[in-house]
């Protein structure tokens, strides 16, 4: 079993849409989220971290985490084509290695 | 602002070379990783440092590749013999300390391999 999932897609989207973004992960003691943007051929940029349920709000961003489902997602309002890349989700407990999954290509049409 | 310095950015190397590879975190993170990606995937950890510590290499093939942070500052990542499977994208990435818990981690450029 894959421990981080995500849908590869892509995702498509018009411009000024809400794109959401879903990752599940199978270590229930998981305690760090992170969403990263790649941009193709470049290296990953982070965007955000979440460690508590809830939701935490940046800019246009909103990270979502529910760890009773093991379910974490990201939300991008107003999305924009500059928005265009592959997010990845990561994840990790304590000290323990930060594992990514595969990565959801997001498509923004103008 | 503090950056990830990784180089080279690009590397051809022809198989049965050896190949080197050189990253240098953010100052006074403790936590330094090695990822490769190959194209479509998502980044696998290689090794993870905590100072100068190997705290994981379990996904590290052994046979031929080795990686060292001596000082607990820069590190090096090397391959001998490459070959053709080893062409991908190799991240270095670092990350503060924090009680309890590694934080964020912020990538370098990463290094392209094409082994030929």
């Known amino acids: 079993q894959k421990e981080v999932e995500q849908n590869s897609g892509p995702l498509s989207v018009p411009e000024g849409a809400i794109a959401s973004l879903n990752c599940t992960y199978s270590?229930?003691?998981?305690?760090?989220f992170f969403w990263y943007r790649q941009y193709s051929g470049k290296s990953p940029e982070l965007i955000m971290f979440?460690?508590?349920?809830g939701d935490k709000e940046d800019g246009r961003f909103t990270a979502q985490l529910n760890k009773a489902s093991q379910y974490v997602s990201l939300l991008i309002r107003d999305s924009q084509p500059s928005d265009s890349a592959t997010y990845l989700c990561a994840v990790n407990r304590g000290y323990s290695t930060l594992t990514f999954g595969k990565g959801t290509m997001l498509l923004v049409s103008p | 602002e503090a950056e990830v310095a990784q180089s080279p950015r690009y590397k051809i190397t022809e198989k049965s070379q050896a190949v080197a590879f050189w990253c240098d975190p953010i100052s006074g993170h403790a936590t330094l990783y090695w990822y490769r990606q190959i194209l479509g995937q998502g980044p696998e950890l290689l090794v993870q440092?905590?100072?100068?510590?190997?705290?994981?290499d379990s996904q590290l093939p052994k046979d031929r590749f080795s990686a060292e942070r001596l000082k607990g500052v820069d590190s090096t990542l090397k391959i001998q013999p490459a070959e053709l499977g080893d062409s991908a994208m190799y991240l270095c990435?670092?990350?503060?300390?924090?009680?309890?818990?590694?934080?964020?981690?912020?990538f370098g450029q990463g290094t392209r391999l094409t082994v030929v």
């Open positions: 270590d229930r003691g998981s305690q760090s």
């Open positions: 990435a670092s990350s503060p300390r924090k009680t309890g818990m590694n934080t964020e981690a912020f």
């Open positions: 440092f905590q100072d100068e510590s190997v705290v994981d």
């Open positions: 979440i460690y508590s349920n």
